[in-house]
Structure formats: C-alpha cells, structure tokens
C-alpha cells in the first residue's frame, strides 16, 4: 500500500471509532480481515498512524475549533503538524483519498494558532482537570502526557509450566529479546510485539500478556495453596490464571462474572495454563453473597469495572466515550462489589481491591469509604502492601491508602492497588 492508500484506511477507521461503534482496536481488525490483501507490514502502519492521531485527538480537535471534526480532517491536521505533502495524501484516484476541498482546506488554514492550554496540550478531556490536579497536584499534566506513550509488551510467567529463565529461552530462540520487569517477580517486557497464536511459549501455556501493574495485583493479594480465592470481577481470567500459579493448583479457585460470556473466555486459556482448581460461577450484581461463598474466602480479587483511564496507552480512543457522568455511576458500582466482597471474605481474610484508573475517586476514597461503612474492614498501608515486592518508586506509594502506579511512576498502566482486612469484631 501507499503511504496515501494508509492514510484513506485511517481516516475511514477514525470515522468509524467517531461514531462509537467500536473500540478502535477492534474496528482496526474488522477493518483489516475484511481485506484479506493488507500486509503484515501495512496494518502495522495503518495501527501505527491511527493510534497516534488518537492519543493526540484532543489536541487536534482544539486547533480545528469549531468545525466539524471528521476524519479527513483530523487526520490532515495530524499530516500538517507531521510536514506531509496534503497534496500526496490527498491525490484522489483509486485508493488515496479524495482531495481535500475548499472548505476542507479553509478550515485547515483557519486552524486555532498559539500554543495550547495544558490540557489540549497532553491530550486530557478539559473536564478531568480537576481531577488529575487533585490526584498529581502539579504534576498532573506530566502524568496525563504520559499516558500518550506507547505502552509496553508485558509477559506474565505462567510458574505451573514455566520459570522465567526457561520463558525468557523460548523467547530468545523465538528471535524475540526480553528483560525480566523490575516489579513483578514473574513478567517479561518484550521490545517487539507478537501474534500469540504463532509464538511457542504462549501456545504451550508459558506466558500470558498482562501488563506488569495488573500482575502486581495477584502478588498483592499473596494467594497461597490450599487457599479459597474469589475474584468478583474474573472477566477473561488473567489475574484468575495468575492467582492459580500462585496457588501452585492447590485449593479452591473461584472465578465469578456476571456476564457468562467473558467467562467462556476463560476456559481455553485455563486449559493451556495447565490451571485444574478453577471453578466458574455467574453472579447477579446485588450484595448477596453467592450461595455456598459466604464468609468462606482467604482472598477476595475485586479488579472493579472503572473508567479506564488508567489504559489509555493502549486504548487511546477511550478518552473520546467517557463522559462525566460515568463516574458516579462506577463509583457506586465499585462500592456495592466491595460490599459484596467483604460478604465473601473468612474473618483475617483480605479484599484486595483493584482498578485501572487514574482517578482518586475510583481509588484511595473507594478505600476510604468502604473503612468507614465497614469497622471491619481494616485498610493495609501502601508498606504493608509493597512488602513483598521490588522496592517500588516512591511516588507509587504517595496516595496513602494503596499502591498508586502510573505510567510515569512505574512505567506502566495507571493501577491502583488497595486491601481492607476483614476482622472478625
């Protein structure tokens, strides 16, 4: 494909991400398994050039002002601050897009002058201000900047089949280079992307993808064998897969979801992780304890639905679909899991609470207030937490009431890690 041929698939990809059908990574592989004929190559360029224009999307759309922001027009303001030809890219014909109008190109020369507002600038939503300035103080358009970086390729070790020097072998002969993450006893950060399906150490059940902030998680929680185990929100398994190797496949395992769907997800991946504790169970979104569990779990995984802030590296678009009033709505959402994670939990037990999010409200004050709804429930210090890892960058431990990961910080997703020990008066 041509350069301009690239550029007319994105602009169609940012039109199709604009109206909200669907997240920008799957509309990019329905785009490109419909034509069969793009390269390995080209969806790498046409991957490459769309999530850039969408980790600067906010920026662009403020210099456009108030025009309507479609994707010829985004993607040839991001040409313009690129030096490209517009006239190249623009050329018309078979497969380049069509030249740009009068309008078009009216509306391009018109585009607000001067150098942005901070928060144009790192590419922040302007409503999210306040709270980021209230998260990072003033550091905060330093740690939203950073969430426009690539973000790194994360291994989780699978220790039922694997050690990291045999994974990091199989990797090696793979022709893929990898260093052990300074955090997680069990990641592997690559410095190339992969196809799982044709790599050996993920077909054989060795590696899983999970960034290390997520896999810190599992090691948080300190799951051991002969455990019982919750995790509330299991979704597609990775930190279910994770705590079963930390429970070397002895004790009991229960992934719950209220959505069967994401749990049959769950049942290949456990089969090739060599995982055989793992029981499933689809639970209704009240308090109610599932029948059976109450009062049963050592550890109870809370990875609570949020804002996603924290992803925006990989999911740069995501930014674009939340809206201020999404907030509340999780809030409550990760408050009532909590409750019903506690309802789960054996007295000296633990709910480890977790989220990818940037957000103080969907973090430490979900701590706050399930310690004060609860005198049971004794929040752990972010020491206590960090206990048994790596000696973590000490911003990672300024919140408080957890453990605070950021892109900056840690050079990973934004996470937030949190426990409350359940006392029995």
Not at 42 to 54: M, Y
Not at 274 to 288: E, F, H, K, P, S
Not at 298 to 308: F, I, L, N, T, Y
Request: aromatic share 4%; hydrophobic share 45%; with cysteine.
């Amino acid at each position: 494909m041509t350069p301009a041929a690239r550029i007319a698939a994105v602009i169609a990809l940012l039109d199709d991400v604009a109206r909200g059908r669907q997240p920008a990574d799957h509309a990019l592989r329905a785009y490109t398994r419909r034509r069969r004929y793009i390269g390995a190559k080209d969806r790498r360029a046409i991957a490459d050039d769309l999530f850039a224009i969408l980790r600067a999307l906010v920026a662009i759309d403020f210099r456009l002002g108030p025009a309507e922001k479609t994707g010829r027009l985004r993607a040839a303001r991001w040409l313009i601050d690129a030096a490209a030809d517009l006239d190249a890219m623009f050329a018309g014909g078979r497969y380049a897009p069509e030249p740009l109008s009068t309008e078009e190109r009216r509306t391009l020369e018109s585009a607000l002058p001067g150098p942005l507002p901070a928060w144009a600038e790192c590419s922040l939503p302007e409503w999210l201000v306040p709270a980021f300035r209230r998260r990072f103080g003033d550091d905060w358009p330093a740690q939203a900047a950073a969430l426009n970086t690539q973000a790194p390729v994360d291994l989780r070790v699978n220790t039922l089949k694997a050690t990291r020097e045999q994974a990091l072998a199989s990797l090696a002969d793979a022709g893929f280079a990898a260093r052990a993450t300074p955090f997680s006893a069990d990641g592997l950060r690559l410095d190339a992307r992969f196809v799982p399906g044709t790599l050996a150490a993920f077909v054989e059940g060795w590696v899983e993808p999970q960034d290390e902030a997520s896999q810190l998680v599992a090691q948080v929680a300190g799951a051991a064998p002969g455990m019982t185990v919750v995790d509330l929100c299991a979704g597609a398994g990775g930190k279910t897969l994770a705590l079963a190797a930390a429970m070397e496949n002895r004790g009991r395992l229960i992934a719950c979801d209220v959505e069967g769907r994401r749990l049959e997800r769950l049942a290949p991946r456990a089969l090739r992780a060599g995982v055989a504790i793992l029981d499933q169970m689809i639970v209704n979104d009240g308090d109610v304890p599932p029948p059976g569990l109450a009062g049963t779990a050592e550890r109870v995984v809370v990875d609570a639905p949020c804002s996603g802030t924290g992803t925006w590296r990989r999911q740069p678009d995501a930014r674009l679909r939340l809206k201020p009033s999404d907030i509340p709505q999780l809030v409550a959402v990760q408050d009532r899991l909590i409750r019903r994670a506690a309802g789960l939990c054996a007295p000296g037990g633990l709910v480890v609470y977790a989220v990818c999010s940037m957000l103080a409200d969907e973090g430490p004050d979900r701590i706050a207030a399930a310690a004060a709804a609860n005198p049971r429930l004794q929040p752990m210090s972010p020491a206590e937490l960090a206990a048994g890892l790596p000696p973590l960058p000490a911003a990672c431990l300024a919140d408080g009431r957890g453990l605070r990961l950021s892109p900056l910080d840690s050079d990973t997703d934004g996470f937030f890690i949190g426990a409350l020990r359940l006392h029995s008066h």
